[in-house]
């Protein structure tokens, strides 16, 4: 049982650059969610979706995008990489926008 | 604004000794509570939550919490750990966000097992 898979685990960037974050689940979870973490700072929600079609702004959103087009699939989208995008994201995923969340392994980045 | 406050950044604790890991919230309304347990280069995962019922939650390795409406508290407790508890811990608040439910994180705590 997969779980909830990122890829990659490791990427560095050069400022400017762009990448995609990949995201996908196999509990057929209506609900998933992107996050970063910093040091000392606990986790910061970038974007959610609360099913195929739909998503929305979360309390970080500045310089990402993110796609649902499938109950899957939840991509997070950096464009112009900045050094402060420097962190480790955290994909997740949940039945209800209540209950449990299912984390990924995280997506260390680094823009330099 | 709803916020959780995590009150100890560093827990540090010698194997077989109790430990208390603090968590206060500031909400007028209801909530659901959660303690997730993150291992080194590891995501999180949940380690106990509290939707109803008895205020006393027990979760996975032995931990368990109580909800304290009054306090607006849900520490989290283990009455023996080991070495393999070494983690960050993080206390989550739900609340209703209106069109849907905010999970509020606090910073984290991380237990340090002392040999």
């Known amino acids: 049982n997969a779980g909830v898979t990122q890829t990659p685990k490791f990427r560095i960037l050069k400022i400017g650059q762009s990448m995609t974050l990949q995201c996908t689940q196999d509990m057929n979870h209506n609900y998933m969610y992107w996050y970063r973490q910093d040091p000392g700072m606990g986790l910061k929600l970038i974007y959610y979706?609360?099913?195929?079609?739909?998503?929305d702004k979360g309390e970080v959103p500045n310089g990402y995008n993110v796609s649902r087009s499938t109950t899957e699939d939840f991509p997070l989208r950096l464009e112009l990489a900045a050094p402060s995008q420097t962190s480790v994201y955290f994909c997740?995923?949940?039945?209800?926008?209540?209950?449990?969340?299912?984390f990924g392994e995280g997506s260390r980045l680094t823009v330099l | 604004a709803q916020s959780v406050t995590q009150l100890d950044s560093q827990v540090p604790v010698f194997e077989e000794a109790p430990v208390e890991l603090r968590c206060n919230y500031s909400s007028s309304v209801s909530v659901y509570l959660f303690w997730y347990v993150q291992y080194p280069n590891q995501g999180l995962q949940l380690l106990l939550k509290?939707?109803?019922?008895s205020t006393l939650v027990k979760g996975i390795n032995g931990f368990e919490a109580e909800f304290n409406k009054s306090q607006t508290s849900f520490h989290l407790r283990k009455p023996s750990v080991h070495i393999s508890d070494t983690a960050e811990y993080f206390c989550?608040?739900?609340?209703?966000?209106?069109?849907?439910?905010?999970?509020?994180w606090g910073a984290g705590t991380k237990l340090i097992i002392k040999p």
């Open positions: 989550a608040v739900s609340v209703d966000g209106g069109s849907n439910y905010q999970l509020i």
């Open positions: 997740a995923s949940s039945y209800s926008g209540v209950g449990e969340l299912f």
């Open positions: 509290y939707l109803s019922g």
């Open positions: 979706s609360v099913g195929a079609g739909i998503t």
